[in-house]
């Protein structure tokens, strides 16, 4: 699986977007952008993936790059809530056993 | 549906003590897998299972053996503590794309 490299915290101000950064320049092309957050060591909960197209969901938007060598999580409005561990991870579909390979992720801080 | 859940939440041993952590999961999934994690750092893996009766090793399965008879349960067994497992183990399932997570279980060994 391709290594991802992402800030290691970031602050945001509540009510504004957040915008995630993560860099995954070794990709292959039947590799998918996954991304998960942990909230204050609770288990990691899903939000998004993404092959190359744009994706958007309830939680969050993907933005993922033309060559697909960087992609980008947004948090429209982000509240306390999300104050948490987000973690960005590129791997296979189906790969054997549909492993998870954690980083160091970025925390996000959402202040008042 | 209670998802992923996990026993025991908390749990002190003694170095060289042996216990086992279950893992159960009401969603059918075929994948099953234990993960630790250590203050400040990432997830890894230790061990997981692609379906009822197999098992395979993760990323740091040294210490750790697993079992998983049923479907819906993944047991973790640490057969003598070290101090160096002492960390936070989350146990997830999937059935495809996304991982679905327990609570964890914070374990200390002295």
């Known amino acids: 699986d391709a290594k991802t490299t992402q800030p290691p915290s970031m602050d945001c101000a509540e009510g504004r977007a957040a915008n995630l950064p993560c860099n995954h320049s070794t990709i292959s092309g039947n590799e998918y952008v996954y991304w998960y957050r942990q909230i204050h060591s609770q288990g990691p909960q899903y939000i998004i993936h993404g092959l190359k197209n744009n994706e958007t969901n309830e939680m969050a938007s993907l933005i993922i790059t033309e060559d697909r060598k960087s992609s980008t999580l947004i948090l429209p409005h982000a509240t306390l809530r999300d104050t948490a561990v987000y973690y960005c991870?590129?791997?296979?579909?189906?790969?054997?056993?549909?492993?998870?390979?954690f980083g160091g992720g970025t925390r996000l801080m959402v202040k008042p | 549906n209670a998802g992923v859940t996990q026993t025991p939440k908390f749990r002190v041993l003694k170095t060289g003590q042996s216990m086992t952590l279950l893992c159960a999961q009401d969603?059918?999934?075929?994948?099953m897998y234990w993960y630790r994690q250590d203050p400040g750092m990432g997830l890894r893996l230790i061990h997981y299972?692609?379906?009822?009766?197999?098992?395979a090793k993760g990323e740091v399965p040294d210490g750790y053996n697993v079992s998983r008879l049923k479907k819906q349960n993944f047991l973790l067994g640490l057969e003598s503590a070290a101090p160096s497992q002492t960390s936070v183990y989350f146990c997830a399932s999937s059935l495809g794309y996304e991982q679905y997570f327990g609570p964890g279980t914070r374990l200390t060994v002295t």
């Open positions: 991870i590129v791997r296979v579909i189906r790969g054997a056993g549909n492993m998870l390979t």
């Open positions: 969603m059918n999934h075929e994948y």
């Open positions: 299972s692609v379906g009822e009766g197999t098992t």
